[in-house]
């Protein structure tokens, strides 16, 4: 890991501060943490899954973790950056409750239609 990223520019640290509920101290150690499993600063949807899956050592999280990649991945590039990730573990971690609730809304309406069938709900069920 070269220098120029061991830390965030001093820019990017202040947008992330006003983007989510972490200050500048736990963001740059998020940072450091990512970059050390993430040397490349880019994380693939292969890498998630083997990540993911380490919390559910006694099923098949692989289908369900795609799912939580796809809904982190919010450019649809394929990868999930530091930005990415951190926007999403303040939604996951330190978001009021009614953004939780969206964003969790939005891994069962998988159309996107802003409604949840019963199909959506058993896929949903299905793979987690």
């Not at 069962?108 to 802003?114: E, F, L, S």
């Amino acid at each position: 890991m070269g220098k120029e990223n061991s830390k965030l520019k001093p820019k990017e640290l202040s947008d992330l501060v006003n983007l989510t509920e972490f200050n500048k101290k736990e963001i740059s150690d998020l940072y450091m943490n990512f970059r050390q499993g993430c040397p490349t600063g880019q994380l693939t949807k292969d890498e998630f899954r083997k990540v993911y899956s380490l919390f559910f050592p006694h099923g098949d999280a692989s289908e369900f973790s795609e799912r939580v990649f796809d809904s982190w991945d919010s450019n649809r590039d394929g990868t999930i950056d530091f930005r990415e990730f951190l926007i999403a573990i303040n939604m996951t971690h330190k978001a009021p409750f009614e953004d939780k609730l969206r964003w969790a809304f939005g891994m069962y309406d998988t159309d996107g239609n802003n409604y949840i069938t019963k199909d959506e709900m058993l896929e949903v069920l299905r793979v987690s």
